[in-house]
């Protein structure tokens, strides 16, 4: 048995990771600590109250008495997965301040209570885009890149990576970082390309593409993308940084044109708009130390998993129905105060 924490485990891919997690490990004891922003949502989680050894905690990792209590509920902590981020680029083109202080801030408070009360590893989850723009007909980035962010969410993820790996060089804090591609499937906020077109071609509604659709994407399934991390958790060297891809580049355009097929809409419903700022042309990781040191090899391309995932979307029409409306958040507020306590975490 196991004793982990995991923070931002309400959101898409921390959500993912543990349901995948508990269903491998049942009688590992888990910990969620999420503040339920936008993106975050309980519903991931169902079914997850009544399991021994479970709990989530609302809680903000940017509040050092949130992360406090957060250790407390989870007793010795064998193993940190910091998930909880600000992820979306075009927010933080409007707004940089809330990244910097859950992604930057955030990061040093789970760090610096980490240090003082011990964790066996934490691992720190970031994303490719701290290296900024791939040129094209270059080989992917490897852990040796420089970082060249260009958006403020991917500089606040770059500077979140500096710290946990400063804490480890300096205190021996027994940080691995890893940095993953495009992520896509069930339970994904629907303001990402993939789940936001996904929904919009069921619903018969228009697909916004960004300038000519030409922008270059590794995309890497959720549950490849969980599969890795356990695989680090279990035999990634501390100090180190991990890149994990899909070896899936294509073009953005290419992914509308095959979510309409996918979801059985015309490919009349892409429609280019404005591109947005500084928008990076290509992103592409190598990701070959992953998979000789540890032994990952990720599942089929995007292309031939987007009938399955049309068809979950289908299915659970309900879910992303209530956030594109907002009554998700009112679900959150009855959810939390009628079965985790007002005021709980």
């Known amino acids: 048995m196991a004793r982990l924490l995991v923070t931002g485990g309400a959101g898409f891919i921390g959500s993912n990771f543990v349901r ?19 993106a975050g949502n309980l519903e991931n989680l169902a ?10 905690l609302r809680g903000d990792v940017a509040e050092r008495a949130d992360v406090e209590a957060a250790f407390d509920a989870a007793g010795p902590v064998d193993a940190l997965v910091h998930f909880a981020a600000e992820s979306h680029v075009d927010r933080s083109l409007e707004d940089a301040a809330p990244f910097v202080r859950t992604n930057v801030s955030g990061t ?24 900024g723009s791939c040129a094209e007909g270059e080989p992917g980035f490897d852990e040796r890149a420089p970082l ?5 969410y991917a500089a606040s993820k770059a500077g979140a990576d500096c710290l946990a790996l400063a ?41 916004p593409l960004y300038g000519d659709g030409l922008h270059v994407r590794d995309w890497l399934h959720v549950d490849d993308h969980c599969d890795a991390l356990e695989a680090v ?8 940084v991990y890149n994990v891809a899909g070896r899936c580049e294509r073009r953005n355009r290419d992914v509308a044109e095959w979510i309409c097929h996918a979801a059985s809409a015309p490919e009349s419903l892409i429609r280019p708009v404005a591109d947005r700022a500084a928008h990076d042309r290509r992103y592409a990781l190598d990701a070959g130390k992953l998979e000789r040191e540890i032994g990952f090899v990720p599942g089929p391309p995007i292309e031939e998993r987007l009938v399955d995932l049309a068809r979950w979307y289908d299915e659970n029409r309900a879910w992303w129905t209530a956030i594109k409306s907002g009554e998700y958040r009112q679900f959150y507020e009855r959810h939390y105060r009628a079965r985790l306590g007002a005021g709980a975490g």
């Open 167 to 207: 804490y480890c060089r300096t205190f021996g804090l027994p940080v691995i970082v890893t940095r993953a591609s495009n992520n896509y499937g069930p339970r994904q906020f629907p303001e990402k390309l993939v789940p936001l077109f996904l929904t919009n071609a069921l619903d018969g509604q228009p697909l």
């Open 47 to 56: 079914g997850l109250d009544e399991r021994p050894g479970y709990r989530f």
């Open 108 to 131: 040093q408070v789970l760090l610096d209570v980490a240090r003082r009360r011990g964790v066996g590893r934490f691992l720190h989850v970031s994303t490719d885009e701290v290296y």
């Open 148 to 152: 060249a962010p260009t958006s403020p």
């Open 20 to 38: 995948r997690r508990l269903a491998a490990h049942p009688d590992d004891a888990l910990v969620v600590l999420d503040k339920l922003t936008y």
């Open 233 to 240: 958790l279990a035999r990634g060297r501390v100090g180190e």
